[in-house]
């Protein structure tokens, strides 16, 4: 499977983005899907996972602002993002898998599909 992230760009603290992983070449709704992401000089850091079930679940740092939804039939995860913060700047990467066990849900070494990245920049 090839994912395609887009949806990133310049926004304003409070503001709201969307960013998008769409996936093609394969079987999406099989696979589990998480966003990453790396701000200037850290490493890559989970943001949150929503599996072929539906079931989600998100850092400490985002929750309660970051909302992941999949629409099968366009092949998509979508991760909807609220009351941004300077923080939250960063690249941000969509990662799939079908295989990840549970446990490693927010290991991004147990992804084998990464799309190229979109980069998130709020300014205060």
């Known amino acids: 499977v090839q994912l395609q992230a887009s949806g990133g760009g310049l926004v304003q603290a409070g503001d709201s983005l969307r960013l998008s992983c769409v996936a093609s070449?394969?079987?999406?709704?099989?696979?589990?899907v998480a966003w990453f992401r790396q701000a200037p000089g850290k490493e890559r850091a989970f943001v949150g996972y929503?599996?072929?079930?539906?079931?989600?679940n998100y850092a400490e740092s985002v929750k309660g602002r970051f909302t992941l939804s999949r629409d099968s039939a366009k092949n998509t995860v979508y991760l909807q993002m609220t009351s941004l913060r300077p923080e939250d700047t960063a690249v941000y990467y969509c990662?799939?898998?079908?295989?990840?066990?549970?446990?490693?849900?927010?290991?991004?070494?147990?992804?084998?599909?990464w799309g190229q990245g979109t980069l998130v920049t709020v300014s205060s």
């Open positions: 929503i599996k072929s079930t539906g079931h989600t």
């Open positions: 070449g394969g079987t999406f709704r099989r696979y589990h």
């Open positions: 990662a799939a898998d079908p295989s990840v066990i549970h446990s490693n849900l927010a290991n991004q070494i147990a992804y084998g599909y």
